[in-house]
């Protein structure tokens, strides 16, 4: 009987030990290998923990590790080309979230941004994350999930892609790329009325083609159940934020394919997946 009871608190407490792995913190490791210095904010969700941090510095080639409750949801974003203006406020002319300070403190991101977008321990205990252009584009970013057991581990793209951005979409004095929704608010470009199906999008032109946001979107190498990526319980999120390598608009190959011409002389392709409602960033080749 001692052996039973033994075993009996054993078992409990292990059940212990696994109900709080469930309820840990997850961690972000967000790493800067841009060449210049970038300045991530975070914006909590409604009724969800605030975070430690909404905003800090990142030098090039540093990282900094943030603690994420296990319940949170929200977005990430990186600011870059930032100071202080004439006032002593500080100011970024990408990604600037008028807060005043390097702590965004609960304000969002002024468009155009690149926005990392996160639900932890959501439907069914599961983890959903994207990488989205709905508010455009400044930086490139990678989203990779860490000690998960789903199939779908990184979303996003490292390629510098602002070359590649038309004249009618660049954002004030040039710096980032608009969506077109956003640049035009024309229902064909925001996924709206009679075009609210992804049969019904205009792909007429390439820069449609190239940052229609949320149906097409451009970044996801692995985009699982539509818009999100997928997987329980992750312990650890890297994001990274480009990579040595530039990409601009070369031509557009047919109504699927837009092909790039990057700084390290591979070409890179864009498929549209307009059946699916969503994109992959093709490999190089």
Not at 137 to 152: E, F, Q, R, S, T
Not at 240 to 257: E, R
Request: hydrophobic share 35%.
């Amino acid at each position: 009987m001692g052996c039973l009871h033994l075993s009996s608190t054993f078992l409990s407490f292990l059940f212990l030990i696994s109900l709080l792995s469930e309820v840990n913190p997850a961690s972000f490791k967000i790493v800067n290998r841009c060449r210049h210095t970038i300045w991530p904010g975070f914006l909590s969700g409604a009724n969800t923990p605030q975070l430690p941090t909404t905003g800090f510095v990142l030098n090039p080639g540093k990282s900094r590790t943030v603690t994420i409750p296990r319940s949170w949801s929200g977005r990430l974003w990186g600011r870059a080309l930032c100071g202080q203006d004439s006032s002593g406020k500080f100011v970024c002319l990408s990604g600037d979230c008028g807060s005043g300070q390097i702590e965004c403190s609960g304000s969002g991101a002024k468009p155009p941004a690149t926005l990392a977008e996160f639900t932890l321990n959501g439907a069914g205990g599961l983890d959903f994350y994207d990488v989205s252009l709905v508010d455009g584009y400044n930086l490139p970013m990678l989203v990779v999930a860490k000690g998960g057991k789903g199939n779908c581990s990184a979303t996003g793209c490292l390629l510098d892609l602002n070359g590649a951005c038309p004249p009618q979409l660049r954002g004030d004095g040039g710096v980032g790329c608009r969506s077109a929704c956003e640049a035009f608010g024309d229902p064909q470009y925001c996924c709206s009325g009679a075009f609210g199906t992804p049969d019904e999008l205009i792909t007429s032109s390439y820069f449609a083609r190239l940052l229609i946001p949320d149906c097409l979107q451009l970044l996801g190498f692995h985009v699982c159940h539509k818009k999100y990526s997928v997987s329980p319980l992750h312990s650890k999120v890297l994001i990274f934020y480009c990579q040595s390598n530039t990409c601009k608009f070369s031509k557009a190959l047919n109504f699927k394919y837009v092909q790039l011409e990057c700084s390290n002389k591979l070409k890179a392709f864009v498929f549209h997946s307009i059946h699916t409602n969503h994109s992959h960033f093709g490999k190089m080749f």
